[in-house]
């Protein structure tokens, strides 16, 4: 079993920066992969990004250039550097962990809110 749990969202304006986290606990060592996904009131949820456990990287071309995803070097946690927000990007973000025989994890999800 894995745990998530994210931390980091707010409120920030418009051009402003946040930094989210989300630690995994559990059985970790079968996680290949960790992504970050947001939904909006009304949207679907969409993948923002997702890091595999080779480090190959995808983003949402949305926020390419923006945004940034890491993992610590113990691969226990997972970042999203988020630059530029705009109040597009407002949306509860959820961590994602992805592990094998088709298992996958989700965090509780924090809000990310860009206002004026």
């Known amino acids: 079993q894995v745990q998530l749990v994210e931390s980091g969202g707010g409120l920030v304006q418009p051009g402003g920066s946040l930094r989210l986290s989300c630690a995994a606990s559990?059985?970790?060592?079968?996680?290949?992969?960790m992504g970050w996904y947001r939904q909006a009131p009304g949207k679907q949820r969409e993948l923002v990004a997702a890091i595999s456990s080779s480090d190959n990287i995808n983003y949402a071309d949305s926020v390419k250039g923006r945004f940034t995803i890491s993992r610590d070097n113990a691969k226990s946690t997972v970042f999203l550097q988020m630059n530029s927000l705009n109040p597009e990007d407002t949306a509860v973000y959820y961590c994602k962990a992805f592990s094998y025989h088709s298992r996958e994890y989700w965090g509780q999800g924090t809000q990310v809110t860009v206002s004026l």
């Open positions: 559990g059985s970790t060592s079968n996680i290949y992969a």
